[in-house]
């Protein structure tokens, strides 16, 4: 059993046991996403980022565009920096733009599965039953839908 897949069992112990031996409904999690509680799984959320149901702009933004952009911009700046003549600070610059684009990357994984989370709830189910979000229900009675 990989790490992630023993954190995503772990994920989905610990909702039960918040919830009093059941994973919450989906009313339940449009509650506490609306009320900023919800924090989501990175590992599993890079996954999600191509499921059906998951916006088309989440995907495009930041499943394709941000991503690639991160993972390439170093090597494509030191072969640049190699054939051409500039400053080799841009490398150090590209190196730290692409770090932070892979966490901007990772971060829209993150907001793509919990909107499609919140406008599907077929794939809400999914996604909770393999520990994606984790949020507690204080506070959810109080507020209003």
Known sequence: MSLNNQASESAVKEMKALWGGNL??????KKALKGGQVKANKA???QAIHMKGIPKAYF???GIITLW??????PITALTWFFMDFSAWWILVSLLVGWFLVKVSREGHCQGMMV???NNKELYEIL???GAFLFSPEG???RKS
């Open 24 to 29: 919450p409904t989906w009313e339940d999690y």
């Open 44 to 46: 599993l959320a890079a």
């Open 60 to 62: 495009i933004v930041y």
């Open 69 to 74: 952009l991160g993972f390439l911009l170093f």
């Open 116 to 118: 499609g989370a919140e």
């Open 128 to 130: 909770v039953n393999n």
């Open 140 to 142: 959810l009675e109080n």
